[in-house]
């Protein structure tokens, strides 16, 4: 199980920012919902990116709206299954 962390959360925008725990590796993660279960997608950053979201989060909305719109499936952590939710 992946223990995320999350270090900056705008509640605003419905995004977080943070470090999965066991890995090290950065994320930002949206809610999703498919209908019978909300949840999270997360997706990797890198640390120098990490920081800036940290820092600024306006700057992280552009690729929130990507993420969203489902551009950065590749960077997604954990594979969504087949009843994969749409965003909030």
Excluded: W
Excluded at 24 to 38: E, K, L, Q, W
Excluded at 72 to 82: A, H, K, N, R, S
């Amino acid at each position: 199980v992946m223990k995320f962390q999350d270090v900056l959360v705008s509640r605003e925008h419905m995004f977080s920012v943070g470090i999965e725990q066991d890995s090290g590796r950065f994320y930002v993660s949206i809610p999703v919902s498919n209908g019978m279960a909300d949840y999270e997608e997360y997706y990797e950053i890198n640390q120098a990116t990490f920081e800036l979201f940290k820092r600024d989060p306006d700057a992280a909305l552009p690729f929130v709206a990507r993420c969203r719109k489902r551009e950065l499936d590749e960077l997604l952590i954990v594979q969504p299954g087949t009843n994969r939710g749409t965003a909030i």
